[in-house]
């Protein structure tokens, strides 16, 4: 049967360990004594020798003296060099130092950054081409300024009809302004990213007035309302009432015409009525319940045109005496282009569901189908 001879490894125990440093320590340790009593030992001697030597010669105490001088003088720098022996091996072996090491790091001020003005080169990443201001300059021109990418081209759409290309910066920015003055009127403007064909979510709505620029407006259309990029001055040359009626029913109703999709407010005597905006085609109806006018008295009425922020921008006030009612149940209303029997229906009858009766008592057989210069008969008694 053969045998298999196994070699295992001893490891040292922690006890071994720590019995040999402590072994070693102690060697080290009974050298420096033995140095020591043999240097003493020594010393010892060489002390009982000049002691011998001065008995010797006690009778003579200057010989001594000059003895003891000269010994000194001989023996002062190896007696000295022992005794610091003695003390630094002392202080090695019986001294523990734990005194922790100081580091003194010295302040350094921190670092001055200075921005560096790098003029961007790269594309700006937008959503799509955006509006900085549109307006109307008093030669009758007008301004388009926006941005998108840098360093790419813009289209300019006016009423869905492609006018210019410009190329945008570095910046992304661009301004466009025609040679030729658009006619007053109506227009809606748009920009399309060439790059990636984005169009602005936003749009501008401008109307240029027959009065000059001071009269026109520019608005911003945005998602969340609209907002005034250049408003008129208080001037009420497109601010026009054509025709205020008092209905049986206790209900007044004010028509006219206005600057585009602005608001037109109606007070009596001071008292708020309501409001209405005006349509593209500068049109506005506002019908509002006044209660019983009483035949004879006098009363005020005022219609103020307000910009996108409220404030009034023009005013027309109508002082009339309340004549005495004639009891007719109908009165008549001539069609405007943008009008239709919903909104007419709401101003005179209240309510723009009714536009069927509108439209019954004028043999409308279509209710969507309505002409400009169409003499309707509204049925407005109780």
Not at 45 to 60: L, P, T, W
Request: proline content about 4%; glycine content about 6%; hydrophobic content about 40%.
């Amino acid at each position: 049967m053969a045998t298999i001879n196994t070699m295992t490894k001893t490891k040292r125990s922690t006890d071994e360990i720590i019995n040999e440093a402590i072994d070693r320590q102690q060697s080290w340790l009974n050298n420096r004594r033995n140095f020591t009593r043999d240097f003493l030992r020594r010393f010892n001697v060489f002390h009982s020798e000049i002691a011998q030597e001065s008995v010797n010669h006690h009778s003579d105490i200057e010989t001594r003296t000059e003895k003891k001088t000269s010994v000194w003088r001989e023996y002062w720098f190896p007696i000295m060099c022992a005794l610091l022996v003695v003390l630094i091996a002392i202080f090695v072996v019986f001294v523990k130092i734990n005194t922790p090491v100081k580091v003194i790091v010295p302040k350094v001020p921190e670092p001055i950054i200075k921005p560096i003005n790098i003029r961007k080169t790269t594309k700006r990443v937008v959503s799509g081409p955006e509006f900085d201001l549109v307006r109307i300059e008093e030669s009758g021109r007008i301004v388009v300024a926006g941005r998108t990418m840098s360093e790419s081209s813009v289209s300019i759409v006016i009423n869905k009809k492609l006018v210019a290309t410009e190329h945008t910066n570095a910046d992304g920015e661009f301004v466009y302004s025609p040679v030729s003055v658009l006619k007053p009127g109506n227009y809606v403007i748009s920009l399309i990213d060439v790059d990636n064909d984005k169009k602005s979510v936003d749009e501008v709505f401008v109307y240029i007035s027959e009065h000059g620029y001071k009269n026109s407006v520019s608005l911003l259309m945005t998602q969340n309302g609209s907002k005034i990029m250049q408003a008129p001055e208080l001037l009420s040359g497109d601010l026009v009432v054509s025709k205020i009626d008092y209905l049986n029913s206790g209900r007044i109703v004010v028509t006219g015409k206005a600057l585009p999709r602005l608001r037109v407010s109606l007070t009596l005597n001071g008292k708020y009525l309501g409001f209405a905006r005006v349509s593209d085609y500068k049109n506005f109806g506002l019908g509002a319940d006044v209660g019983r006018l009483k035949p004879g008295e006098k009363y005020k009425i005022n219609i103020r045109l307000h910009d996108t922020a409220g404030n009034t921008i023009a005013n027309i006030e109508h002082k009339f005496v309340m004549p005495e009612m004639t009891g007719d149940d109908d009165t008549f209303y001539t069609v405007r282009r943008g009008d239709c029997l919903w909104i007419i229906a709401r101003n005179f009858l209240r309510k723009g569901v009714l536009f069927s009766i509108i439209a019954e008592r004028n043999n409308i057989m279509n209710p969507n189908l309505i002409f400009p210069e169409q003499v309707l008969k509204i049925p407005v008694g109780k």
